[in-house]
């Protein structure tokens, strides 16, 4: 579809976004270890906060291999934390296709140690034809420790979860 620029418009489905949404909430207060789709998710092990379609909200208590050698959590980590969560923002839109990001932009404001908790939110700033730019941030303590931004491609390429998500049963 053209949009009045003459540029195509990627599609979205609104039943897809609708599942998408209505899957993650059973996991709603859940440790995302138990998430059915293998991704860094897993690994990260948070709990899901909020979801809604172009926002998630995570918290996650922040482990021994999580740190630099000083033993704050490593930017890093912190970098596959707000990447994950955007991603996952933009996988509840209603997309058929992969996401890639471009480009990770991170502002480090402050620290976390093992043990403590952090919460990590995404949410799409803005959805264009073929490009949004997603915003997030890490909280401990209701401080932001960092914030990052990112330009996500919507590519033409399937992404591995639309299939799985189009055959749960919800």
Same mark, same amino acid.
């Not at 291999?65 to 980590?77: A, F, I, R, S, V």
């Not at 093992?114 to 890490?138: K, Q």
């Given at each position: ?18 599942? !998408? ?31 809604? =379609?172009?926002? *998630?909200?995570?918290? !996650? *208590?922040?482990?021994? @291999? ?29 997309? @058929? ?8 932009? *991170? ?13 990590? =939110?995404?949410? !799409?700033? =803005? ?7 997603? !915003?997030? @941030? *890490? ?32």
């Amino acid at each position: 579809m053209e949009n009045n620029n003459g540029q195509c418009r990627k599609e979205y489905s609104v039943e897809l976004s609708d599942k !998408v949404v209505k899957l993650m909430k059973l996991f709603l207060g859940k440790k995302l270890s138990s998430f059915p789709i293998q991704c860094v998710t897993k690994w990260m092990d948070g709990t899901l906060l909020e979801v809604e =379609r172009g926002v *998630i909200s995570m918290s !996650v *208590i922040v482990r021994p @291999e999580m740190t630099n050698p000083g033993g704050y959590l490593h930017g890093g980590t912190q970098g596959a934390m707000l990447d994950d969560a955007m991603g996952t923002a933009c996988a509840t839109l209603g997309y @058929e296709t992969a996401f890639l990001s471009t480009n990770l932009n *991170i502002d480090y404001l402050g620290t976390a140690k093992a043990g403590d908790v952090v919460t990590v =939110r995404a949410f !799409v700033y =803005r959805e264009g034809n073929s490009l949004m730019h997603v !915003v997030g @941030e *890490i909280k401990k303590d209701d401080v932001v420790i960092a914030k990052g931004q990112s330009n996500v491609f919507i590519s033409n390429q399937p992404a591995d979860y639309v299939n799985f998500i189009k055959n749960f049963n919800i």
